[in-house]
């Protein structure tokens, strides 16, 4: 049987709920109805992006995962194409989590964990070379277990490549007692595969559970890759969503150099200072070589909100990674984004004081700041903000020497006392000049802001249709700001798919 593109799988009455919630966003992938968590196999294949994705089309809660798959030539605008894979009787009949797309000569294979009871093991299914039909492997799972002997928290979630004449993957878990980890394997077929052993391991016990760079007792979605070629390339970058007992609390990332079957860090650092809004991200190199990321903004509204939204979930904008000089990364969202700017609404120099100015409007916008602050100087965006203030969310930096701290104030981004308004903040750099330059884009509840590279994502609900102001304010500072009212992406299917 063919199987059905996403939105054709979801109830009418599903879709007609999900499109109705003012919360949606308009220019972000979403599921068309149900719940979407994790990017999957991301891969350019003659010219085309596909996106693939952990999907429920029966509600808006994680349960029986499905791969959704689309497929885009501008990254932004994305076309339904049939689901990739669908949970089955055997060791995926309770959902096909999180995996990869590699190609194994000619034939596009996926590797992801299949879900069965209460745990995953690695599974593997081939491709039509147009990347539409996919068949499980009849000897799935093909590692039928986690390594003998080892006390492991969790087990699934997969990064694989190619190197010499073999493959190689890592597995995302947890050593009881010690803390996540990433375990290696090689295989000559993607089929048999051998354990060569932990490529690197954290430790739980240091820091806090509550810390934003703990390092948690289980490392989801793996993800390693090394930024550029040659005499070029950045430090190697090892990627984790780190868990605990069912908590999802942060994406992080390892600096560091992988070399033989180890992984030695130089530094950890948080991959998104919102969080978990950013969550189990996924990156693969384009035909062009360069480095894509995105990454599942969860919400921060209760379950039983979402399950009457009729969806839940949003991928982010496709963000373009690369290296900084002090071995850390940076972000900022791929250009092919700007095509979505429908109409300047902005342009303009402000001296910013303690009077907050209003400077425009809107729930899908594109803001861009150079903001310059003397040392020890702030400035303060508040953004969809009614013009009393009763809602407003607001983004602060200070300034001092050559960071400046970024902080997310959400306590007044929503009249709804059910939602999330946590704050967020930390370290993002200062340009020589004290100049630091921020993005902004805001679709309806999605956030996701870049300064300097540093990004912060997150989400907000506020109840009132007139909270839409952005206003700037701010002590010795000044900016240059443009701004942009953004075009909705609208659903596209496969005529006939
Ligand atoms: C991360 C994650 C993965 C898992 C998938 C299940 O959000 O929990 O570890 O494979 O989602 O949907």
Known sequence: MTALPALELVSAELAARAARDPHRPAFHFTAPAGWLNDPNGLTQRDGEYHLFYQFNPDAPVHH????GHAVSTDLVHWRD?????????????????????VYDGEVPTIVYSGRHGDRELPCVATGSADLVEWTKEPANPVIAAPPAGVDVTAFRDHCVWREGDVWRQLIGSGIRGQGGTAFLYESPDLRAWTYVGPLLVGDSSDGEPGAPDWTGTMWECVD????????????????????????THHPLYWSGRYEGDRFTPSALHRLDLGGRYFYAPQSMRDESGRRLLFGWLQEGRPDSAAVEAGWSGVMSLPRVVTAAPDGSIRQSPAPEVDALRAELLLDKAVVLDEEPEHITAGNQLDIELRLVLADGGAATIALRATDDGAEQTLLRLRR??????????????SLDPAVDTDARAGSVPVGADGAIDLRILIDH?????????????????????????????????????RAWAMAGVGRQQVPGA
């Open 64 to 67: 029986r995962i499905h791969w």
């Open 81 to 101: 194409l049939p689901i990739a894979l669908t949970p089955s009787a055997g060791p995926d009949e309770d959902g096909c989590w999180s995996g990869v797309l």
């Open 224 to 247: 390693m890759f090394r930024i550029g070629d040659g005499d070029a390339a950045g430090p190697d970058i090892l990627v984790f969503s780190a868990w605990d007992d069912g908590v």
């Open 400 to 413: 001092t020497g050559r960071t400046a701290e970024l902080s997310l104030d959400r306590s007044r981004a």
């Open 445 to 481: 509840s999605a956030l996701e802001v870049f300064a300097g590279g540093v990004p912060l994502t997150a989400r907000v609900y506020p109840t009132r249709r007139d909270a839409l102001g952005v206003w700037l304010s701010g002590d010795a500072a000044r900016a240059d700001v």
